[in-house]
C-alpha cells in the first residue's frame, strides 16, 4: 500500500512507531496531488514549502523521543473559506483574490495542536454558494470518479481532495448540505455536525445560523479522530456551545442497532427519486434491520413541502446582511470610482460572480420592509414548525435515515443555468441545517455506470456519538471508502 492511500489514523501509528517519516507521507500525498490536479482541479493553493516545515517538525520531535499529539503527520487540506494565517483565502471569488488573512480559523489551530499537517486550500463555489462548484472564479471542480460529472458542492474541492486520494481528511462547511451532497458524489464520508458543536470563527460567514464547519474522510474512525480535535469550546465564537465533548473514538466500538430506532420519513415515498438511489436506500434500511434495528414510519409533513423555500428565504437574507461587509473599503477588491457609492457599486460589480448576486438581490428583496412580514417573517415561522416536528419525531426514533440526494451526480454545466433545479438537489439535506442537527452522509454503493450513491443518517441534536456509531457498523460490513482513481490509470 503507497503512503497517500493509508488513513489518518494508520498514518499517525506508522510515524509513531517508526515504519516511516511525516515527511515521506506528505511528499507521497503530494505526488498525488500533483498527478490528478491537471483533471480534478480541487485546489486553488498548494502550501508546500509550510507543510514540508511541519512534517519535518513532527520528524524531529519523533527523533527527541517526545509524546506525539493525535494528528501527528497527517496531511490535510481546507475549504477556501476559512482563514489561514498567511495563507490566500479566497473563498473562490474575485473580491478576494489577493486576501490574505492576518490570523488563523480556530479549526485550523485545533488541527495544528493536533499535529496535522496543512497542504493546501481547496475549490468551492464562490462564498459557498452553489451544489456543484461550478461557480468559482478559478473554473469547476471534476468528479473524481466521473471526470465529466460535478462533485457536488460548495465543498467539491475538499470531498475531490479526499476521495482521490490525496489527503485522508479535509474539512467543509455545510450551510444547507455542502458537505453532505459532495461527499455522497464523491463516496466518501461526509460529517455536519450539530450547530455549535465546532467553533466558527474565522469561517467567512454565508448564513450565520445554518454554517457548519465539518470532516470529510475515508474511515468513520478518521471522522472520530478529527472530531475530537475541532470540536473543543472557543470564547471567541459566542455561538460555540461549552457543553463537554466525549472522545468520539469511543463511539466506533459497537456491535448492533439493537435497541435503536431508525425512522423512515413518509412523505419522501412519493417523492422523485433516482431509482438507484432509491434502491440505494432500501438496501441501507435492510442493512439497519439486519444490526437489529427497529425501522420506524415518521412524518415530517412541514420539512418536505417547505423546507427549500424556508431555507433560501433565510439563508439568502443572512447572506445578503453578511456579505455587506464586501464593499471595496475593507477587505479585498477595490475599484477606482469618483464617489464613495461609486465606489460601492464597482467594486460589488466587479468582485461578485452570478449566483452571489443572485442571492444577494433576493436576500435583499425578502429583507425590504414591504416584504419583510410575508417572507422573512413567515419563513422564520416555517422553520420553528420544522424545528418541533423533529422534536416530536425525536421522541419516537433515535435516528432518521434518508438519500442525501434525489440523484447522483450530474454532468457539468446540466443545472448551471437552472438554478431552481440545482437548488432541488438539497431537498433533503437542507432541513438538518434549520434545525441545527447533526448529519452522516456515508457511501452506500455506485450506479450501474460508477458514480458514487449517498445516504444520509440524522441523528438528534448532540449525538454524534450515535452516527458515528451506526456508520462504524456499516463500514465493518461494508468496508471504508475506496479512493477514485481520477481518470489516471
Known amino acids: 500500500m503507497k503512503l497517500y492511500e493509508l488513513s489518518a489514523a494508520q498514518i499517525t501509528r506508522g510515524i509513531h512507531e517508526g515504519k516511516f517519516s511525516a515527511s515521506e507521507v506528505f511528499l507521497s500525498c503530494l505526488a498525488r496531488a500533483e498527478v490528478l490536479e491537471p483533471q480534478i482541479s480541487a485546489m486553488l493553493t498548494i502550501t508546500e514549502e509550510s507543510g514540508m516545515a511541519q512534517a519535518k517538525a513532527v520528524d524531529e520531535a519523533v527523533a527527541s ?15 477556501d473559506n476559512m482563514c489561514t494565517k498567511g495563507i490566500p483565502t479566497t473563498c473562490a471569488s474575485k473580491m478576494l483574490m489577493q486576501w490574505k488573512p492576518p490570523y488563523n480559523a480556530t ?19 464562490e462564498f459557498a454558494m452553489g451544489g456543484t462548484t461550478e461557480h468559482s472564479v478559478y473554473g469547476a471542480t471534476s468528479n473524481p470518479w466521473k471526470l465529466d460529472c460535478v462533485p457536488g458542492g460548495s465543498s467539491g474541492g475538499s ?36 450547530y455549535g458543536l465546532v467553533s466558527r470563527r474565522g469561517l467567512a460567514a454565508f448564513a450565520s445560523s445554518l454554517d457548519q464547519i465539518g470532516p470529510f474522510a475515508r474511515t468513520v474512525e478518521d471522522l472520530a479522530l478529527v472530531l475530537n480535535a475541532i470540536s473543543q469550546k472557543d470564547e471567541l465564537d459566542s455561538t460555540c456551545s461549552c457543553r463537554p465533548r466525549p472522545d468520539y473514538t469511543k463511539a466506533l466500538n459497537a456491535e448492533s442497532l439493537k435497541g435503536r430506532r431508525v425512522g423512515v420519513i413518509k412523505e419522501i415515498q412519493e417523492y422523485a427519486i433516482d431509482p438507484e438511489v432509491r434502491k ?81 438581490l433576493v436576500g435583499t428583496y425578502v429583507l425590504s420592509s414591504g416584504y419583510y412580514d410575508a417572507y422573512y417573517l413567515v419563513a422564520q ?12 419525531a425525536f421522541g419516537s426514533v433515535d435516528t432518521i435515515l434518508l438519500p442525501t440526494a434525489p440523484s447522483p451526480a ?7 443555468n437552472d438554478p431552481i433545479q440545482m437548488y432541488m438537489a438539497d431537498i ?35 449525538d454524534e456519538e450515535g452516527l458515528l456509531s451506526t456508520a462504524s457498523l456499516h463500514e465493518k460490513t ?3 471508502a475506496p479512493i477514485a482513481q481520477g481518470g489516471v490509470r
Not at 109 to 124: F, P, Q
Not at 384 to 391: D, M, N, P, R
Open 159 to 194: 470531498a475531490a481532495s479526499v476521495s482521490a486520494g490525496y489527503v485522508p481528511f479535509s474539512l467543509g462547511s455545510d450551510t444547507g448540505g455542502s458537505i453532505r451532497q459532495p461527499a455522497a458524489f464523491c463516496g466518501i464520508y461526509g460529517f455536519k455536525p450539530t
Open 410 to 416: 450530474f454532468k457539468k454545466g446540466e443545472l448551471i
Open 65 to 79: 523521543g517526545k509524546k506525539l499529539p493525535p494528528l501527528a503527520g497527517v496531511p490535510f487540506v481546507v475549504k
Open 280 to 360: 440505494a436506500f432500501d438496501q441501507t434500511l435492510k442493512f439497519c434491520e439486519r444490526q437489529g434495528a427497529e425501522i420506524v414510519e415518521i412524518t415530517l409533513p412541514t420539512m418536505v413541502e417547505y423546507g427549500l423555500p424556508c431555507y433560501y428565504i433565510l439563508a439568502l437574507a443572512e447572506a445578503s446582511s453578511n456579505l455587506a461587509r464586501f464593499d471595496g473599503v475593507r477587505y479585498g477588491l477595490s475599484t477606482d470610482a469618483e464617489s464613495l457609492l461609486d465606489l460601492y457599486t464597482k467594486t460589488r460589480a466587479q468582485g461578485f460572480g452570478l449566483e452571489v448576486k443572485r442571492r444577494i
Open 107 to 125: 479549526v485550523i489551530e485545533l488541527l495544528a495542536e493536533a499535529g496535522a499537517v496543512l497542504m493546501g486550500k481547496t475549490n468551492l463555489d
Open 428 to 462: 433533503f439535506t437542507l432541513p438538518v441545517n434549520l434545525a441545527g442537527l447533526p448529519a452522516l452522509s456515508l457511501n452506500a454503493g455506485f450506479s450501474a455506470d460508477g458514480r458514487p450513491l449517498g445516504v444520509q443518517f440524522i441523528g438528534q441534536w448532540w
Open 381 to 392: 415561522k416555517a422553520r420553528q414548525l420544522i424545528k418541533q416536528e423533529f422534536v416530536k
Open 478 to 480: 461494508f468496508g471504508c
